[in-house]
């Protein structure tokens, strides 16, 4: 009799224990609370690590939104209401754990792009010789930054400040002490400045040459 009544309180613990247990445990979930304090509308969504949408919602100026998401890598999605549907979503990760409710306002600045956060613009230098050439981007006043090599064909980036920048070229064979074409013009923040080098004919010798600027040629210190 009294092992009868030990095992029905037994089961009786088990059950209560089993009632209790959480939803977001049951079901495993993490839950994310977004506000929007940006001072305008916006649509949010929240996807999964590698999931491209899930379920796109417009947020007015201080609504509240939730979404219950499986534990691990998770991305918020933001695009201004202006801009919506065709624009570009702005992502941030998170990392969500189980029955973690986690809060996220949105603020002006996670309306930014990264070169307006960061404040720079962006040269993409282009090797369109026909020949191996070496290359850099300053800002004003140096002349020195980084230099790189170029084959036919390649390109490389620079992030740059706003203001005047400085694109510097030389062909291989003169590298470094040899005389540098340059084109020098005013890169504005989030600029994105795209003018290839290519060969040009003057007086029977190739010359480096771009499009859109004036080219000019000077002694460039080394590092």
Known sequence: ?????LLVMVLAIGLVSCERKP???KNNFGTVRIVNYSGEP???DCTQDGQASNEQRILNVDQSTEFQMTPGNINLMILEDWDYPDGNWHGDPYNLAQCEVLPIGINLEDLMEPCEKQNFGTVIVTNN???VIWVDCTQEGDDYNEERMLGVGQETIYIMEPGMVTEWAIEAWGYPSGSWYTATYMLNKCDVHDDPWTS???SSVSDLVKGEVKIERKTKSTN
């Open 200 to 202: 040009g004919k003057k």
């Open 23 to 25: 939803d977001c445990e």
């Open 42 to 44: 916006v649509w949010v």
């Open 1 to 5: 009799m009294e092992k009868s009544l």
């Open 129 to 131: 010789t026909g020949q």
